[in-house]
């Protein structure tokens, strides 16, 4: 069959069996069957950049990582209930990423599970139930965590133990200037704290992406966050940092989101690129928040840390530090940077990220008025062009461009040129 007919044929077959309303990226979805590095091939052997997917960190279908994964099992792999050094090693490695006192972690299958957990050690800390987060993330789907994700209104309205702060932005910074710009989000982190204190939950936690990365990842100073602890912490309340986005590495100059900002927080999640593909998610904590929360709760994974997850989590941790992919993330994103900043359009607002990590917001005019049907065209055509990358920020007028770590400066070349001659092809 034509690749037509068989996008069409799959479309079909996923609406029969998977039911309807699933997302897919593109007019025309895409249909991929091989990944390698960076690269994607289609169903008609398109080869295409892929400068989106954080899923594969090390690469798509490393070879380690897959020989890790084989190697397991094919000799064991059971629930957690046994003893089996490959989470230990793995738990070892991890946390001496970390600050000292983060030194205990819980390892589960999705970043989603993840955010359910560190959000539930925070009750179980404080005894209290109100969350804050920012007003335009993503934090996974369980019942949990999907209160404070949800773009819909959830069934039965939004429940009022959860607040919603405006999250930072360098464009339109919080009280109008860059003076007041962190100040300004910690006095909205202080007024949901009030109304938590007022309405009887009272105040669990504070989870925020520390790159703020569904929100556009805004360019802000380290240090932004210390006026946001102070208040969480005069309140008692707990610091959670997602790292599903940020972490192992990707922004190139810090392994961690947190480092990179400032922040010091008490729990840490993290799933993603965790196992190059591998589902296998994880929470980091002091020993003494992992002892509360299973007091409170008890707690069982079966899959979670299996002998086949460990080891292939261990597999990125080896090929990150074999092949200095960090170090790499942080001289091709500012060779990237560099580049994107010279391309010339009128409706670029800015240009921002670091390492693998960049972003560029587009505004239909000097009030900065966000154009998602600009940024949505141009994903389009980028893809038809042989790059996938796609939008993000509260109106999805920005585009975000993430690729593996192992990018490298040709097909940072090849980005670049394909982006200068997209946007000529679309009309401003
Ligand atoms: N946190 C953040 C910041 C995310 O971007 C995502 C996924 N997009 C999640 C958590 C949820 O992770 P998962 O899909 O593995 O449950």
Known sequence: PDSAQSTATILARRERLLGPNMTTFYDTPVHLVRGEGAWVWDADGNRLLDCYNNVPHVGHAHPKVVEAITKQALTLNTHTRYLHEGILDYADRLTATMRHDLSAMIMVCTGSEANDIALRMARALTGKTGIIGTDNTYHGNTDLVSHLSAKKTPIGGHVDWVKKVPAPDNLRPLGGSDDTHAQAFADGIQSAIDELEASGHGFSALILDPFFANEG?????????????????????????????????????????????????????????????????????????????????????????????????????????????????????????????????PMIADVRGSGMFLGMEFVADPALTPTADFTAQLVEEMRNRGVLLHSMGREYHAIKIRPPMCFNRTQADFLIDTLASALKEIPA
């Open 217 to 345: 990842c805004p360019t802000l100073p380290k240090g932004f966050l210390e006026p946001a602890v102070e208040v969480v912490r005069r309140a008692g309340g707990v610091i959670i940092a997602d790292e599903v986005q940020p972490g192992f590495g990707r922004t190139g100059y810090d392994f961690w989101g947190h480092e990179r900002i400032g922040l010091v927080p008490d729990i840490v999640t993290m799933g993603k690129p965790m196992g190059n593909g591998h589902p296998v998610a994880g929470v980091v904590a002091r020993p003494e928040i992992l002892a509360q929360f299973r007091n409170a709760f008890g707690y069982f994974n079966t899959f979670g840390g299996n002998p086949v997850s460990a080891a292939a989590a261990n597999a990125v941790l080896d090929v990150l530090e074999e092949e200095d992919l960090v170090e790499n993330a942080r001289d091709t994103g500012d060779y990237t940077l560099n580049l994107l900043r010279q391309i010339d359009h």
